[in-house]
């Protein structure tokens, strides 16, 4: 039996995104580039989901551009690279614990002579001050994520953006864990990165919001604007379109949910292990720290017992490493590598959610009777 | 009605590939990076999807790599990138009519100081001497598309091959229009790219084989190989691996059926229009030339009488200029302009190809009529 408690890693497709694909995989087949009826068709439906997929963003329809891509890494490459071109100032801000599709990226950067200021967390929040003191230097670029994969941190979008409103400074944010999951603004964001898969939508599709047209960072191609190659997934996109648009209409219920499931996980487990809690969160991410067990040993475990949870961001995994965000938090390093990361979604029950945290409890009660008969 | 004759633009998901991806879909969701039950489960799909696919290129399952990227324009695009990183000679030999993704990537190159040799051809055929004598110089890469994807020109792979065995040239192959359509073997290739959506998987999957590992084009990152970002899309890929094996285990009687069908178009319209036909050709695409109308005209009349073809390659679609591969066949410039493209699939009938010869027929009377009528 398989309990999925990983769906901040890869949500499984709704079963409306589903019977929508198949529906648009039979009839919407054409290339929308092809000027015929198959492709007019296409096109149509392309069309309707970029409108769908605004409104998600609470945008208009003619608002800005929304490119489509393979994944939210691929988004989060694209944009980069592409505001690199209109940076004005030559340093960027960023945070200790993006994820690796941008952390990566800025430290080639940083190779290529660009400054890099990345801002730690103080008490758990994010350093406005330190921030707002960084903004006399010479920055071009802002990068951050918008809801921490991690941990479920939010950023506070609205007061950064409105720091940044009368200042040329570029502004990036990857919102792969945000959209979905809380409500989202894109007003007065130049580019904003997001991806299907974690909303229910299939897989290999990602979208990137911008502002402005950029040049690009592919081949001077023609497909869309010509930034990126290749025939476009007009089923997958419109699937995505159909899950995200189903997760917008039910998010207070879905939120509802999240919390509820966190709180039976509190409540079962808090004399055990210690759960990540913060002013603003992602109800949909819910992580504890274990001091005696690293979070790889957690999840081996946990997936013994049926359950799969994470040890932090899939994209890391099979690479060992203490956690950013716990660094930033200010955790000693044997800490840094005990995160236990429980995410929700559509399928996740309170009675699934209920025997997760027995789990957590037989398992947390083995390491403490273990060291207990250590420590004798 | 609809009469879907632009296969080589795009394939619908042929109904195994779709049943299977709906099945995978809601059982095989996990990201196969994740270490548990659903990672590993994605990892052996992804595992035999790899080990399926090699097998329709003629490998065994430990010769080379094989990357999944979002399109055969990308495939391209990291192929050719990479492999310059690792080219001896400071010359590349090309075609006249290839692929806008190596086109007009080469373009760039030629640009940055890359001397770019593009071959044309002669009589119809390869111009072995040609390039044979280029051979002599300071070559470090040939790129050449195995099918032609207006025509169907199959290029002599085996010929180049064998002049390419002792040299130290890095030869890449834009395999798009051939998987599927005519036998495979990539042996002496360092990379070779096609695409799913083309054979009846879905679109948004490509995939690139190499013979070795490259430096990656992108951020330096964790997955595939450390090359290509993103959440593999292990539906995708499995469903593709199943079109591709279905498709292999029939390409015998895929090759007749269509060869039935361009004898049935040939019969009965060969009185109006020229037929491109070579020793060596794709029998899923067949191309006709009209001298008094250009390829746009003849989509779209035949979209209304219910048919899709195709005035090319749907990856310039709404792009107007002349044919290259006409143009290297030695027509004249307005006829460069009159390419018109029928091409065949998994659900291709006689009965819709005579149907749509009769179409044909039709247009190119009233063609032949309005001519006669204004030449009085």
Redesign the interface.
């Given at each position: 039996m398989?309990r999925?408690f990983?769906y901040a890693?890869?949500?499984?497709?709704t079963h409306a995104a589903?019977d929508h694909?198949?529906a648009m995989?039979?009839n919407v087949?054409?290339?929308p580039?092809?000027?015929?009826?198959?492709?007019y068709m296409a096109e149509d439906y392309l069309t309707e989901a970029r409108r769908l997929i605004k409104q998600a963003l609470g945008l208009d329809m003619l608002r800005g551009k929304l490119l489509f891509?393979?994944?939210?890494?691929?988004s989060?490459?694209i944009a980069l690279t592409s505001l690199r071109k209109r940076m004005k100032g030559k340093e960027v801000i960023t945070s200790w614990h993006e994820h690796?599709?941008v952390a990566?990226?800025l430290?080639?950067w940083e190779r290529e002579g660009i400054i890099v200021h990345r801002l730690k967390l103080k008490d758990g929040k994010f350093d406005l001050d330190a921030f707002t003191h960084l903004l006399d230097r010479d920055i071009g670029l802002v990068t951050l994520q918008h809801v921490n994969s991690d941990t479920g941190w939010v950023l506070p979008l609205h007061h950064i953006q409105c720091l940044l409103k009368y200042k040329k400074i570029l502004f990036h944010v990857d919102g792969v864990q945000a959209l979905g999951k809380i409500p989202i603004s894109v007003e007065g964001i130049d580019a904003y990165s997001f991806?299907a898969?974690k909303v229910g939508g299939?897989?290999?599709?990602?979208a990137l919001y911008m502002e402005r047209l950029i040049p690009p960072p592919?081949?001077?191609?023609?497909?869309q604007y010509g930034i990126r190659?290749?025939?476009?997934?007009?089923?997958?996109i419109s699937a995505f379109a159909k899950a995200l648009g189903e997760r917008q209409e039910q998010l207070t219920r879905f939120q509802r949910n999240f919390m509820a499931f966190r709180a039976i996980l509190k409540e079962k487990t808090s004399a055990h292990v210690h759960w990540l809690e913060f002013d603003e969160q992602s109800p949909a991410i819910f992580s504890f720290v274990s001091h005696q067990r690293d979070g790889?040993w957690w999840?081996?475990e946990?997936?013994d017992l049926g359950f799969?949870?994470?040890?932090g961001s899939?994209?890391?995994?099979?690479?060992n490493g203490p956690n950013r965000m716990l660094e930033a938090l200010g955790y000693e390093t044997s800490a840094c590598h005990g995160l236990v990361r429980i995410s929700f979604g559509a399928y996740t029950t309170a009675e699934d959610t209920s025997a997760l945290a027995d789990a957590i409890v037989i398992l947390a009660r083995r390491v403490e009777h273990h060291e207990q008969t250590f420590s004798r």
């Open positions: 398989n999925y990983d890693a890869t949500h499984p497709m589903l694909y198949v995989a039979k087949y054409g290339n580039s092809s000027l015929h009826t198959q492709g891509t393979g994944s939210g890494s691929e989060n490459y690796d599709s990566l990226l430290e080639e991806s898969h299939p897989k290999g599709v990602g592919y081949y001077p191609g023609h497909h190659p290749g025939t476009i997934d007009v089923p997958g790889q999840m081996t946990l997936d799969q949870v994470s040890a899939a994209c890391r995994a099979g690479q």
